[in-house]
């Protein structure tokens, strides 16, 4: 299953441009959701509502903060874990080891790093002499390290520090918010990495906040792709184009800004904290002013209720895909801080020009939150991992 997990380039890019030009002819229905019981292994057990021709099963349990995947060249899954809210060092990365096809779940989960300060999002490259790298996002630095394959543990023990950035975690004294980056690779070996802003709305006082940045593998030739995303979590390039989600302010109330996403172009500004998204248009946010105001921020690609929190995505285009989620994107909404807003807490089919579609609901139920989804990684035709980082729990769903 894992093997079949990497797109054709040059066919991932034509069906993507097809996505910005001919999308709105095509007509999706909202599938009808049915009650799956989930069975975990303390004996807790709930219902999650998916399709009734899919499944979810937990794959790996017991992990803490769980968030973002990455596969090794030897076809392994790594996953981060952040550990808890708290700005700590306390985070790991793990192996996802011994995947039975079918029961669906990993035999063992294996520490690979431990001791981490907020681990969100790791990444392998090979360069051009065929040596593989691992590269780790903490929130005071990027590092890589030699990889060496089917190693359990690092056996380089001095990472390169490629970049460092702010990190005076939650308690500085304009906000100190936001203490993830993320990292994805493109075809042609320019390494994206988001940077979330220090606060809910401000004007930032160090450049890289609030910003996408890119670099060569050895971290030379650094360039900001763009700005203004408060918090562009979710990341990952697919074929020749970057995507982000985004995550709008706070102080607007409970109904706006939308949470975006984006397919970014280099050297745009994405408004914050001048500017935000309401139902996919663009308004003036009178807390403040600049003389642009903001009549060159482009619309999102595509928007989310606001305060859901749109996390980790990706794109579904294998000719055996099920029609309901071929040609479309699922994205984890991870769901508003304060659970009274309801927003959130599942994963839905989005398409460029089209409403959301439900793919999995229930994480929130009756007011008490059974999961926060938030990160999905496609590994194979009708088939993806999803990371709970509220209960700590990998899930694997797939068509029956």
């Given at each position: 299953?894992?093997?079949?997990?990497?797109?054709?380039r040059?066919?991932?890019?034509?069906?993507?441009?097809?996505?910005f030009?001919?999308?709105?002819?095509?007509?999706?229905a909202q599938?009808?959701l049915?009650?799956?019981?989930?069975?975990?292994?303390?004996?807790?057990?709930?219902t999650?509502?998916?399709?009734?021709?899919?499944?979810?099963?937990?794959?790996?349990?017991?992990?803490?903060?769980?968030?973002?995947?990455?596969?090794?060249?030897?076809?392994?899954?790594?996953v981060?874990?952040?550990?808890?809210?708290?700005?700590?060092?306390r985070?790991a990365?793990?192996?996802?080891?011994?995947?039975?096809e079918?029961?669906?779940?990993?035999?063992?989960?294996?520490?690979?790093?431990?001791?981490?300060?907020?681990?969100?999002?790791?990444?392998?490259?090979?360069?051009?002499?065929?040596q593989?790298?691992f590269?780790?996002a903490?929130?005071?630095?990027?590092?890589?390290r030699?990889?060496?394959?089917g190693?359990?543990?690092?056996t380089?023990?001095?990472?390169?520090?490629?970049?460092?950035?702010?990190?005076?975690?939650?308690?500085?004294?304009?906000?100190?918010?936001?203490?993830?980056?993320?990292?994805?690779?493109?075809?042609?070996?320019?390494?994206?990495?988001?940077?979330g802003?220090?606060?809910?709305?401000?004007?930032?006082?160090?450049?890289?906040?609030?910003?996408?940045?890119?670099?060569?593998?050895?971290?030379?030739?650094?360039?900001?792709?763009?700005?203004?995303?408060?918090n562009?979590?979710?990341?990952?390039?697919?074929g020749?184009?970057?995507?982000?989600?985004?995550?709008?302010?706070?102080?607007?109330?409970?109904?706006?800004?939308?949470?975006?996403f984006y397919?970014?172009?280099e050297g745009?500004?994405?408004?914050?904290p001048?500017?935000?998204?309401?139902?996919?248009?663009?308004?003036?946010?009178?807390?403040?002013?600049?003389a642009?105001?903001?009549?060159?921020v482009?619309?999102?690609?595509a928007?989310?209720?606001?305060?859901?929190?749109?996390?980790?995505f990706?794109?579904?285009?294998?000719?055996?895909?099920?029609?309901?989620?071929?040609?479309?994107f699922?994205?984890?909404?991870?769901?508003?801080?304060?659970?009274?807003i309801?927003?959130?807490?599942?994963?839905?089919?989005?398409?460029?020009?089209k409403?959301?579609e439900?793919?999995?609901?229930?994480?929130?139920?009756?007011?008490?939150?059974?999961?926060?989804?938030?990160?999905?990684?496609?590994?194979?035709?009708?088939?993806?991992?999803?990371t709970?980082?509220?209960?700590?729990?990998?899930y694997?769903?797939?068509k029956?």
């Open positions: 299953m894992f093997n079949s997990s990497a797109p054709r040059s066919r991932t890019f034509l069906i993507l441009s097809s996505i030009i001919a999308c709105t002819v095509t007509s999706f599938a009808k049915t009650p799956h019981k989930v069975q975990l292994k303390k004996g807790k057990a709930f999650l509502n998916l399709p009734e021709n899919f499944e979810i099963i937990p794959a790996a349990e017991g992990l803490k903060r769980v968030r973002f995947f990455a596969k090794s060249p030897d076809g392994r899954i790594f981060t874990d952040m550990y808890n809210l708290a700005d700590n060092k985070g990365v793990y192996i996802l080891d011994g995947f039975d079918k029961t669906g779940k990993f035999a063992r989960v294996i520490p690979y790093m431990t001791g981490l300060r907020n681990p969100n999002s790791c990444q392998f490259y090979t360069d051009a002499s065929g593989v790298w590269y780790l903490e929130t005071h630095q990027l590092t890589r030699i990889f060496t394959l190693e359990t543990k690092p380089d023990t001095k990472p390169e520090v490629l970049r460092t950035f702010p990190d005076y975690g939650l308690s500085y004294k304009y906000g100190g918010w936001h203490l993830t980056r993320t990292l994805s690779f493109a075809p042609n070996g320019r390494l994206y990495v988001s940077v802003s220090s606060c809910d709305a401000c004007v930032e006082k160090e450049k890289v906040r609030a910003s996408i940045i890119s670099m060569n593998p050895d971290g030379s030739d650094e360039r900001e792709i763009a700005r203004g995303l408060r562009a979590v979710g990341l990952r390039v697919i020749e184009n970057v995507f982000a989600t985004n995550q709008g302010v706070d102080h607007l109330g409970l109904y706006k800004p939308d949470e975006t397919a970014l172009k745009t500004d994405y408004g914050w001048y500017c935000y998204s309401s139902k996919g248009k663009i308004y003036k946010d009178a807390k403040f002013k600049r642009s105001a903001c009549k060159d482009p619309a999102p690609y928007y989310f209720p606001a305060h859901s929190s749109a996390l980790g990706d794109y579904f285009n294998d000719d055996a895909d099920d029609a309901l989620i071929k040609d479309g699922l994205v984890s909404l991870h769901g508003s801080t304060d659970k009274r309801g927003h959130g807490y599942k994963v839905v089919i989005m398409r460029k020009g409403g959301l439900d793919l999995i609901t229930g994480f929130l139920t009756r007011g008490k939150v059974l999961g926060r989804p938030c990160d999905i990684m496609k590994i194979g035709a009708n088939a993806f991992l999803l709970d980082d509220n209960k700590g729990v990998v694997l769903v797939r029956k």
